[in-house]
């Protein structure tokens, strides 16, 4: 496995005593407007040609910690933070692709990511191709002259299949075409995909990075010259800001990441590892299980496998059955936080989806998607065994 965590780099992560009257834990700047020192300097900085700060929406001093945090793990140049997953993906997304342009991006997709391509982008003149992501190859072949993006999505919400993160690189690049890669799922812990040549990683920082299931924010982060773009053209007017306690609850968050992420890494594979022998188990999606397709590719870019997995109870009855069984487990979308989640992905995350799309990429009647908490492996595979007894 790549060896690439960041035990040392997350707790200090945005850490700046010296801006801060010593203040080792960033404080929470709770102000819209920023004053200018005078005429001239106001007028430089509020056009972005001088640093400062003026009104909220265009930045915070806390929201700017948060940024030099998500660069210092994800080893970007530049970072955004906002309100949340879907506004990052939408201000990368409306930064980069004007009518006319083409998008390629993996058929196996967050719903919504989906919808923004479906229902905002396309009425606006945006085309898409939706290819078989674990396949390099399907990213060429859909490639036209009027391509911009190339988007990424790996581990997969919730089928978990993964992209080939240096192949497609490698294709984009030859053609000039800027990858978009949603990082949510791994974690800047287990996979830095900006070190493998991504030219933009976005978060839902709802998730891992904040990881209590407590706050809604989003992030993009990578090349200085599209985030800035998005900053001061597609966010000053889309203004999906994060709010300044949000973001420290982010930084809070962020300190434990590695700690956290080592132990859903660890549970997960426990999980997994018992589900698949399981005989009422049809399937089990988890690329740490070296019964997944992309195992050896898994192997390769991820320091270590997430907190994520899907499996197969058969059909959707079965699929309820257990999700209104399990104690422990709560009955729950969203993902990364510190308590285990289960949804069942038809009828909740993916129902948006048609049925034969939803099938085509793998989405099954009887799929349940488990968001691994960090609590003892054995009280988590205790509710599962006592749930599967009983469907
Ligand atoms: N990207 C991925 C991979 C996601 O899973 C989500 C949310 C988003 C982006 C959007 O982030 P948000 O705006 O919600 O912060 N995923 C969810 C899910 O699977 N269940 O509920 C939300």
Redesign the pocket.
Known sequence: MAEDVLYTTVVHAGEDPKANLGSLSVPIYQSAVFTFPDAEQGAAIHEGEQPGYFYGRMGNPTQSALETALCQIEGGEAALALA????A?TTTLMTLLRSGDHIVAPESL?A??NALLDQLLTPLGVSVTYVDATDPGNYAAAIRPETRVAYL?SPA??TMKLVDIPAVVAIAKERGITTVM?N??ATPFNQRPLTLGVDIVVH????YLGGHGDL???ALIGKREVVERARWQTNKILGGVIGPQTAWLILRGIKTLALRMERHNANALAVATFLSGHPKVRAVHYPGLPSHPDYALACRQMAGFGGMLAFDVGGVEEGRRLVNTVRLCSLA???GDVSTLI?HSASM?HASVPRERRLAVGITDGLLRLSVGIERAEDIIADLAGALDRV
């Not at 949340?84 to 506004?87: I, K, N, W």
């Not at 839902?204 to 998730?207: F, N, P």
């Open positions: 949340s997953g879907m506004a993906v967050y919504t990511t999505e919400n919730p949603d949510t799922f839902s920082a709802t998730k809604m924010a989003g979308v969203s993902l949804q995350t």
